[in-house]
């Protein structure tokens, strides 16, 4: 019977960096990135430049909450030390720049946008940014 705590044995079942399955991973991750770019010139063009959602509530209440969670998650992890907190930190990070991004580009002219880029630069972007620090100093420590 083989031993799962064995390095060797990881990377002969495609668990480890640089193994074949996730080389191919990889491969397939580039090719769909590339893929893509051809359709950001499609939506560019393409898209109105104003538009209404049906559930505009509930996008932006389930963003927030989504922040809520991933902000209370990387916290507790990190309190406690554990060592998947890096994984907590770099998605609270990523929706956290997501939401500053998209308030301020959906945010009308005047005080709505200042509003929004109030939240962004001193709320939203630096959690995001000690999210990202926790994740990097926790990576480098690895």
Do not use: K, N, Q
């Amino acid at each position: 019977m083989s031993d799962p705590s064995d390095p060797s044995e990881r990377e002969a079942a495609g668990a480890e960096p640089g193994s074949r399955l996730v080389g191919w991973a990889g491969w397939l991750l580039v090719v769909c990135g590339l893929a893509l770019l051809p359709w950001l010139y499609v939506l560019a063009t393409g898209l109105p430049d104003t538009a209404s959602a049906a559930h505009w509530p509930v996008t932006w209440v389930g963003l927030d909450a989504l922040e809520a969670a991933g902000l209370i998650a990387t916290g507790v992890l990190a309190v406690r030390g554990d060592r998947r907190h890096p994984l907590a930190a770099t998605t609270t990070a990523t929706l956290l720049v997501i939401d500053a991004w998209f308030d301020t580009t959906t945010a009308a002219a005047g005080s709505d946008l200042a509003a929004a880029a109030t939240m962004a630069l001193c709320a939203e972007l630096p959690l995001a940014a000690l999210c990202a620090w926790l994740a990097v100093r926790a990576m480098r420590r690895a």
